[in-house]
């Protein structure tokens, strides 16, 4: 996560540390004789938690400020599968300074109980961290699991927990103990519970949620699971020890990553002029010299992010051709710089993960950055190397975020911090649209196809990428791919990338390919009939089933649409019986604005059938009680898979 990019000095919070030189750590314990528990509602459902708590004791000692954070789970468990996902268990020891205690315990429905053999526990080690792992020997289908553990870490100033998955919880308990001069603030998402201040003491602060029941999410198409599953996310606000200043605000924060991002000596300095001569823009200006530049570096040098803190350095990526994302940023902003734009530094977070709140200053959802240019109304990812400007990642659209803007205050350059909502793209800048003309050999077997295949946003980003990163025989099967997607057993005659300008202002425009193929994966003849299976020609179609009741709201990866166009030329002395099988349309407004829909028409003239079919998607979010609204209009475009055209002989 970004937040490891911001040096967090917990020396802020050692203040008053002389008060606690003794630690008040008290061990966690559970129940001596525990009770074996049948769920009302369990049912068949194969995994069930019992119990979920996680339990945080703050302290400081020897002026360190650490934490003492408690895992608690008991699992009911059904079959094998579930004996085999929960007996399995895991403790990551990255940020562990010491694990306190570990106890597990495995209850067979007779209510004999077993205890963990602490010879089982392994360590695995890995690079910057590594895990404590073990089963449960004599663990049961039918019965339960219950373990627990505390690992002693360095204090957090920011944190997240999660309390609902793709299984039920029966109680789920979440507590947080601290020094008095501490004061968190917590927000529950995507649920209606509250933690509560309790048991506040002249020494100690204490905050507790609890909460009954609660039901699994189950993954669906078109949602952000993630983002909807029930968490708390918590921060420090205050620390009366140093004041009655609120801390880690987004003021703080902008200061924080501003200072970072700028250059800091002659070695940087020399680094950024030599990039910007070899990319051979020393000349331009404005937004063009920057598109220029961003798209020689983004063809010319990687990303990686695990390199290690050298790669942060300007210097560093010019000599090796690579760095880290807080590299490329400061890179994209010297060259901002620069070319004498306005720019703002723009940090958020995958939207997918969690949707970020402007009203609660956690940093932790600093985890992505962008560059936003106001005037132009323009954004740039410094690592996302499949875009450039104009195209951020989708999983950030529509997210808030924070920016930062650098402003001149007498001979200063002073980080000013604002939140504010990332836009989305509407529809017609993200499409794939098809121009099919569609004739017959002479017997009749089979269809002879010219396809012309246009893609704009985000697709034609990722197929101008694949041109210019990919080994020649991948783009081959890539571009084949492309033509595959409406007829498998395609037999290619000719494939065009008609435009392939691989320059900066090339990237710009649509990705289109010209194709000509021969395919019998459209035709069943019978005698003097002829059916054309034409709702085949768009390609196959996502079909939304939904056999449970929706849990989610719509949640789209972006807006997008898709134009087709088929001509299609009837066989001399051949009819159409059904033209009006071709007919179709779903659609859903919002006020006097249609937002969402597929509409497919057609017209005969002579012998040529032309059919039209428009198909957009232009919200991103719809709420979870239209569902039904928006899958009519995805299932509309599966339903029009199906057409079938009866041709006969007149």
Excluded at 88 to 95: F, H
Excluded at 454 to 476: I, M, N, V
Aim: net charge negative; with cysteine.
């Amino acid at each position: 996560m970004m937040i490891r990019l911001f040096s967090l000095m917990l020396v802020m919070m050692t203040v008053g540390h002389q008060l606690y030189s003794q630690s008040r750590y008290t061990a966690y314990k559970w129940e001596d004789n525990p009770k074996f528990v049948t769920p009302e509602d369990q049912g068949d459902t194969p995994l069930y938690a019992i119990y979920i708590g996680d339990h945080y004791q703050y302290d400081y000692e020897d002026g360190n400020f650490i934490v003492y954070k408690t895992t608690h789970r008991v699992y009911k468990v059904q079959n094998a599968e579930a004996l085999e996902r929960v007996n399995r268990i895991y403790i990551p020891l990255r940020s562990t300074l010491d694990l306190m205690a570990v106890q597990a315990r495995a209850i067979a429905p007779n209510g004999a109980v077993t205890l963990l053999d602490e010879n089982n526990i392994k360590e695995l080690e890995e690079e910057d961290s590594g895990y404590k792992i073990f089963a449960i020997e004599g663990a049961q289908s039918g019965g339960e699991i219950e373990y627990f553990y505390t690992q002693k870490m360095s204090g957090g100033v920011f944190g997240v927990e999660q309390f609902q998955y793709n299984y039920p919880i029966l109680e789920y308990e979440f507590s947080m103990s601290m020094p008095e001069n501490l004061e968190y603030e917590f927000r529950v998402r995507n649920d209606d519970g509250k933690v509560v201040q309790t048991d506040t003491t002249d020494t100690e602060n204490t905050y507790r949620f609890s909460t009954n029941k609660v039901p699994a999410l189950y993954s669906e198409s078109f949602s952000a699971y993630d983002a909807s599953l029930k968490r708390i996310d918590f921060k420090l606000a205050y620390n009366s020890a140093s004041g009655k200043k609120r801390m880690n605000t987004w003021g703080e924060a902008g200061m924080r990553v501003f200072s970072q991002l700028t250059i800091q000596d002659k070695d940087e300095a020399k680094a950024v002029a030599a990039i910007i001569k070899e990319t051979k823009q020393a000349e331009g200006s404005g937004l063009k010299g920057m598109k220029a530049a961003e798209h020689y570096i983004k063809t010319n040098f990687y990303f990686d992010d695990e390199i290690g803190p050298n790669a942060d350095r300007i210097d560093f990526i010019a000599k090796n051709k690579f760095g880290s994302a807080r590299g490329f940023t400061r890179l994209f902003v010297a060259m901002a710089g620069y070319f004498g734009l306005d720019y703002e530094v723009v940090l958020s977070c995958d939207r997918f993960k969690a949707n970020f709140d402007p009203d609660f200053d956690s940093w932790s959802y600093l985890d992505d950055f962008m560059i936003y240019f106001p005037t132009e109304g323009k954004y740039l990812s410094p690592t996302s190397f499949s875009f450039r400007v104009g195209t951020i990642p989708s999983s950030l659209i529509t997210n808030y975020g924070l920016f930062i803007r650098p402003e001149k205050v007498q001979d200063f350059i002073h980080p000013v911090s604002r939140t504010d909502q990332i836009p989305e793209p509407d529809y017609k800048s993200n499409f794939d649209n098809m121009f099919i003309d569609v004739s017959f050999t002479d017997d009749l077997s089979a269809n002879q196809i010219h396809l012309k295949r246009s893609f704009l946003g985000y697709s034609a980003q990722y197929y101008k990428a694949a041109e210019l990163y990919l080994e020649e025989e991948r783009k081959k099967e890539m571009l084949e791919e492309v033509v595959k997607f409406l007829a498998l057993d395609a037999a290619i005659d000719e494939l065009v990338v008609s435009e392939a300008d691989k320059t900066a202002s090339g990237w710009e425009g649509p990705f289109i390919v010209d194709s000509d193929f021969t395919t019998s994966g459209y035709l069943q003849n019978a005698g003097s009939t002829i059916l054309l299976e034409v709702g085949k020609m768009i390609g196959p179609q996502s079909e939304m089933y939904q056999e449970n009741t929706r849990q989610t709201e719509v949640c789209n990866q972006y807006n997008r649409g898709y134009y087709r166009e088929l001509n299609i030329t009837i066989p001399d002395g051949f009819v159409i019986e059904n033209p009006d099988d071709i007919n179709l349309k779903e659609e859903v407004k919002e006020g006097d604005d249609v937002i969402y829909v597929f509409d497919a028409t057609y017209e005969i003239s002579g012998n040529v059938l032309s059919i039209k079919i428009d198909e957009w998607y232009d919200r991103v979010y719809y709420p979870i009680e239209k569902f039904e609204e928006f899958r009519k209009v995805v299932n509309a475009a599966a339903d029009w898979n199906k057409v079938v055209l009866v041709m006969k002989e007149k």
